[in-house]
């Protein structure tokens, strides 16, 4: 898989997530910690860490499209292709 690709299906994610993330009031400093973790990871190569702070992201906020969709991506680098079916679905 090409990192264009991936590129690609990240920037939909953080589109696609615009909206929900900027509806979150309460949890949303706590979110945004997760979040800058995680992307920190993904740049390190260290996914189990960025699935960690994803998942987190998901537990303060189950509808949050871009960390299921990071999540995803994650997956379907890892060749677990129904756990990112399910996670793109989430998303």
Same mark, same amino acid.
């Given at each position: 898989?090409?990192?264009?690709?991936?590129?690609?299906?990240?920037?939909? !994610?953080?589109?696609?997530?615009?909206?929900?993330?900027?509806?979150?009031? !309460?949890?949303?400093?706590?979110?945004?910690?997760?979040? %800058?973790?995680?992307?920190?990871?993904?740049?390190?190569?260290q996914? &189990? *860490?960025?699935?960690?702070?994803?998942?987190?992201? *998901?537990r303060?906020?189950? %509808?949050? &499209?871009?960390?299921?969709?990071?999540?995803? *991506?994650?997956?379907?680098?890892? %060749?677990?292709?129904?756990?990112?079916? %399910?996670?793109?679905?989430?998303?």
């Amino acid at each position: 898989m090409s990192k264009g690709f991936l590129w690609h299906i990240f920037l939909a !994610s953080c589109l696609m997530a615009g909206n929900r993330l900027s509806a979150q009031t !309460s949890n949303w400093p706590e979110i945004q910690q997760h979040y %800058k973790r995680a992307q920190e990871a993904l740049e390190a190569k260290q996914d &189990a *860490v960025a699935i960690k702070e994803f998942r987190e992201i *998901v537990r303060l906020d189950p %509808k949050n &499209a871009s960390a299921h969709a990071n999540l995803g *991506v994650i997956a379907f680098t890892q %060749k677990d292709y129904a756990r990112a079916a %399910k996670e793109f679905r989430a998303a």
